[in-house]
Structures are given as structure tokens and as C-alpha cells.
């Protein structure tokens, strides 16, 4: 009987040891601009913007490799009114990442859009499917789908915060 | 000295050659870009250039209202349910095509919110001003093909 309670406890240590360590950080994308030149009409307008992916100077930070990573996914979007405007002339935007191997994902929603504010968070989306994918790429596109409620000559100029929560094993 | 001017001549003659190629194969991608007509009638998407790849939104329905909460139409169908919010008008329901020769894109995916379903999809141009879009579930012969019309702004 005890020869089998050893041998379990001695099992038990050893797949404790020998299992993976996962540790969760969060990447913050800051200040991006996105931009789409007036005059814009009412109804759906796209505004974009291009970004190197974050992954690789915090691979290199902690002496990792991509087999390392676990899961991504988008926890915080934060757009904001480059100038002295507001978010009175949207009525809902919508965003998505891109890019040249990995489809298009939708990350989140803000619908309607709050008046009288100059910054604003975006719902993010509860299926995040393929955003370690997109990060492993060095070229993303940020796209912002702004629903405008009337004729402007006014550009959709907003920075654009990100900040992706990544799962990565560290043994 | 001769011959040196005449290999420098072939090799710009050459890379206009591969530049001008190279130009006329992204004409013919870009003539996907535009606004386009379903055959029903009830939608416009409006296609364009993401770095290489297409896609294509909603940008005019003939019914922007739902006839139960006389709203905007929104994406209710969305198996995400955390989307259901997102405005049908707007909305890429053509996804990461690349052109492929032959008149033809491919890759690409194209989203119906009636049933909230994201087929694979193949567009082909078989005439100017024509596109054929058929949606499919893993062949190309389990699907439905439907024409559409470029729309010309005035």
C-alpha cells in the first residue's frame, strides 16, 4: 500500500514538473493613426491604417519562440478623435484586422456611438478566432467601418489603442 | 562602351517590360473594385482594395429598416452573439479575395445575414460589368451562383 501511495507521489511530482507554465501578458498598440480623407457621405465609410505586429519585440524580450504562444485576442480597443471634434457625426463603427495571409477579423462594435464624447471603447467581439495568426504576421491592417449620419467635408481622422491579451507557455 | 550601352538599354527595355506586365495584371484585378448590384435588388455592395486583397460591404439597402423594432438593420443572425449589434449597412459580407487570372478571384468568403452563414467563395467576371458569385460549402459544386450588376454612379 505504501510501495502505490510513493509511486502516485512520485508520479504526481513528476508531471507537475514536467508540465507547461502558461503566463498572460498584455500588448498595448498605442496611437496609431487611421485616416480617410473627405469629403465623406452618409453611410458606411472605411478608414485604415497599417501596423507592425507587437509579438516579436515581446518574443525577443523574453527569449521565446511563436511555439511558445498559446492564444491571442483583442481585450481593448480605445478610439479618439485626433482633433478638437467629437464622435457626433458617427452613428455606429465597426472594427476589423487584416492582413495579407490571415482573413479579415472582426474585433468589435460600438453601435450607436455616445454624442459629446471624444473618445470611445470598442465592444470587442466574444469569438476571436484568428488573432495569434494575424499578430505572427509583420504587416496588419487596422479597419474601421464608420457609419456617418450625414455629408461632410470633414475627414474620419481618429487614433486608434489596441491592446491584445496573449496566453504564452514559459517552459 | 558600345556594348555596354546596348546591355543597359536591354535592361531597362526588360524591367519596363516586367513593370508594364505587372501593371496591366493589377488592372485587370482592380476592375473587381466598384459598387455592385445582387440580382435581387435589395442590396449595393461596395467593393475594394484592402493592401491586395478585396472586399466588399453593404453600402445601400432597399430596406435600412427591420420591420419589428423599425431600426436599422443589424446583423441578428450573427452566430457571435456579441455582433448582433453590428449595422447591416456597412457590413463586409465579401472577405480576403485575391486575384487569381482568368478573370476569376478567389480565397475569399462571402457572408449571408439572412441565415448568418459565411460560405467559401469564387467570383468570376464573365462580362464587363457582370460578376458571378458563387457561394459554396466546401466544393465548388455544393452551391448557388448569383449575377451581379455593376452599378454606375452618376
Known sequence: MKLYFLFILFLSIFLISCSKKTSEIDLKIDNLSIFAEGELYEGSNSAQCEFESPLNAFLKEKGLTIENLVSASVSECELSVADSNNFNIYSSISMQLTSEKVEMQNIGVLNPVPENVNTILIKTAEKQDNILQLLKENKIFAVADANIKKDTAMNIDLKLKMTFKIKYNTK | ?154
Not at chain 2, 5 to 24: T, Y
Not at chain 2, 80 to 107: A, C, H, Q
Open chain 2, 1 to 154: 562602351m558600345n556594348m555596354l550601352k546596348l546591355s543597359k538599354l536591354f535592361s531597362i527595355a526588360f524591367m519596363a517590360i516586367l513593370v508594364f506586365g505587372f501593371n496591366q495584371e493589377e488592372n485587370k484585378a482592380d476592375r473587381l473594385i466598384g459598387l455592385w448590384e445582387p440580382s435581387n435588388g435589395k442590396s449595393r455592395i461596395k467593393i475594394e482594395k484592402i493592401g491586395t486583397k478585396y472586399y466588399g460591404k453593404i453600402v445601400w439597402l432597399k430596406e435600412p429598416l427591420d420591420p419589428t423594432t423599425k431600426k436599422a438593420k443589424v446583423d441578428k443572425n450573427n452566430v457571435d452573439t456579441s455582433m448582433r449589434n453590428v449595422p447591416l449597412k456597412g457590413y463586409r459580407i465579401l472577405k480576403d479575395f485575391n486575384y487569381k487570372e482568368k478573370d476569376e478571384w478567389s480565397d475569399g468568403t462571402i457572408y449571408d445575414p439572412e441565415n448568418g452563414t459565411v460560405y467559401s467563395c469564387v467570383i468570376n467576371m464573365k462580362e464587363n460589368n457582370v460578376l458571378s458569385i458563387r457561394g459554396y460549402i466546401g466544393v465548388k459544386a455544393l452551391g448557388r451562383t448569383d449575377s451581379w450588376k455593376k452599378v454606375t454612379v452618376k
